[in-house]
């Protein structure tokens, strides 16, 4: 019995997982991470950043809550890795950033 519920658990968990992933907000907050920071940065699951001393965006969580990032967002992010470019987001687009950096966050177990 129970070995007939994994693969619908795990069914049920990927498609919560990819319904959080498709909100308007998140979707645009991974739109602002591609057109601005994928220059340099891993946005993505995978993959590894195109510049060396830029940390892939899914292990930003391991460093600091991203959270914290949010008020240097909207103030201008001014320090970073080498040849960083200064970002300032408003407050609604520095939450949508937000709202994308947490789905890259490997679930609580």
Do not use: W
């Amino acid at each position: 019995m129970a070995s007939r519920l994994l693969p619908t658990f795990a069914v049920a968990l990927c498609l919560a997982t990819a319904a959080r992933a498709e909100t308007p907000q998140v979707a645009h907050g991974h739109k602002l991470a591609q057109d601005n920071c994928s220059a340099c940065h891993a946005i993505g699951r995978h993959g590894r950043s195109r510049n060396r001393l830029s940390p892939p965006f899914r292990t930003l969580h391991d460093r600091y809550p991203v959270e914290d990032i949010q008020e240097s967002l909207v103030e201008g992010i001014s320090t970073g890795h080498h040849g960083m470019p200064v970002f300032q987001f408003d407050e609604a687009a520095s939450n949508d950033l937000i709202a994308y950096l947490k789905t890259l966050e490997a679930p609580k177990k």
